[in-house]
């Protein structure tokens, strides 16, 4: 059997409901909003999962696609920079624990960074050529995990260090120096079309075609990591899209908001007639998704709670769409059980042929979406999902499991638990630990058990100096 060309498109900072793809059970008022038809067309050609899980920011959710690995056990909690150096902030009462600050490394025995085999380098040795194209953000500035070429990939099309852009705006090079920001944001590798009036998300999308052109060439099986920066800060307008929300009479910052996204749901589109005109869009597996909610700044995605940082749903809860031709069921659903990034790294190595391309060690926490892919199969109904946040970054620190309907959220600081039913409450507008407290003692040993066994660390706390406990010591204390 030919081996599928694979394209994961991730899109940066973009919430549940950032589209006219409406992932709830009802259209909400931000799937009027917004204008991103090739996402409908994804989605009417493939399988929409209504429960699809990231972390709750940037550099976790990437380590994780990339190495299968559960946060808790990566331990790159929070978004990376500069070399040894945290991007926590200050609280009176704990502080960070001992993350992997450096990130994603491809060597032992650099400080603070987690150690694995990528996800890339398995498809490249099952024959891939592997293609990263925008945002790479896996490993601190002056580390080898900043360089993607380190990690597997044969082309980096400007990856490095920097979680985002410094500009979108070819006029500016894409740099931060225009407006006096840090030139550590600035995008590296599009020389070529600095003091031009284009926009990075077309640029990205125009040098990931010729990649992609130059694969098929070749007659070579090629993985396309589509990495857009957008639509993180810094927010600018893209101009092709802004107007129509302007005239609509969205404030300025919406309007800038909501041409973004349109934008890149118009890379989206390029990407797929692209693979219609060098005919091989039906042997190309094409998978959609986001690596964490909205940003705070933003409109909510209601009905869900919270934004980026935060354990709630509208933290976590992520678009995911995947169009597979022959397999995927054209225009499905499939909201029987949830899925979470870490499941990307099995489900592409099957789609390969290569799940026999196991990390040295063996251990991943993902598991292959594959089976629902045709709707055969209901998934893995007896599993729980985790996150693990230990970090003082904008949000107190947190960890919490979803197990079936319920989910429990962990505060670190206070000691506190809340409880929601998902099923009834999708909101989470009710918290009911006080009048479940059997399900809040099944879920803290289910949290407990999985942070012992990844090894996670937990925040300190300032006043002894003594780690907060794990939840279940804090239960029996009660």
């Not at 090739?38 to 190495?67: D, H, I, W």
């Not at 042929?353 to 109904?381: E, M, N, W, Y």
Request: with cysteine; proline share 6%.
């Amino acid at each position: 059997m030919q081996q599928p060309n694979i394209i994961f498109f991730l899109v940066d900072d973009m919430g549940w409901q950032d589209t006219s793809v409406p992932f709830h059970t009802e259209i909400t008022e931000l799937n009027r909003r917004y204008r991103t038809p090739n996402m409908e067309r994804l989605a009417a050609a493939g399988v929409k999962f209504t429960q699809a899980y990231a972390c709750p920011l940037c550099s976790p959710s990437r380590v994780s696609l990339m190495t299968g690995l559960n946060a808790a056990r990566h331990m790159v909690t929070n978004w990376t920079l500069r070399r040894d150096q945290e991007t926590d902030t200050a609280r009176d009462d704990v502080r960070s624990a001992d993350w992997n600050v450096n990130g994603l490394c491809p060597e032992p025995g650099v400080s603070r960074t987690v150690h694995a085999e990528t996800l890339a380098a398995l498809l490249r040795q099952a024959g891939y050529r592997t293609i990263h194209c925008g945002k790479g953000h896996l490993g601190a500035h002056g580390t080898p995990g900043a360089d993607l070429l380190n990690l597997g990939f044969d082309v980096n099309i400007a990856g490095h260090a920097a979680g985002g852009p410094g500009s979108y705006y070819g006029i500016h090079n894409f740099s931060a120096a225009w407006r006096g920001g840090d030139r550590i944001w600035d995008v590296p590798g599009l020389e070529k079309y600095h003091g031009q009036d284009v926009n990075l998300t077309d640029v990205l999308t125009r040098e990931a075609i010729t990649e992609i052109e130059r694969s098929v060439e070749d007659r070579r099986p090629f993985y396309l990591y589509m990495s857009h920066y957008a639509v993180h800060a810094p927010w600018e307008k893209d101009d092709r899209f802004y107007r129509p929300y302007e005239e609509s009479g969205l404030p300025e910052f919406e309007a800038t908001y909501a041409s973004m996204l349109e934008s890149q749901d118009d890379s989206l589109g390029e990407i797929m007639r692209s693979l219609e005109r060098l005919q091989v869009d039906q042997n190309t597996v094409l998978v959609f998704m986001t690596d964490n909610g909205q940003p705070k700044q933003v409109p909510r995605n209601r009905p869900l709670r919270g934004h980026k940082l935060t354990p709630y749903e509208g933290g976590v809860r992520v678009p995911l769409i995947v169009k597979w031709p022959g397999i995927a069921r054209p225009g499905s659903v499939y909201s029987r059980t949830p899925v979470i990034i870490e499941d990307i790294f099995p489900t592409f190595l099957e789609l390969a042929g290569a799940a026999h391309l196991v990390p040295k060690d063996g251990t991943i926490d993902g598991r292959s979406f594959v089976p629902q892919l045709d709707g055969s199969q209901c998934g893995h109904a007896g599993r729980a999902l985790y996150w693990h946040y230990p970090n003082t970054y904008d949000q107190p620190p947190f960890s919490a499991v979803r197990y079936g309907d319920w989910k429990l959220i962990y505060f670190h600081a206070d000691r506190k638990f809340e409880l929601y039913n998902l099923r009834d409450d999708i909101g989470e507008r009710h918290e009911c630990s006080q009048s479940k407290p059997t399900e809040v003692r099944r879920l803290s040993r289910l949290l407990t058990r999985h942070l012992e066994e990844t090894g996670a660390k937990m925040p300190v706390t300032i006043a002894t100096g003594e780690a907060v406990s794990l939840p279940d010591g804090v239960i029996s204390g009660l």
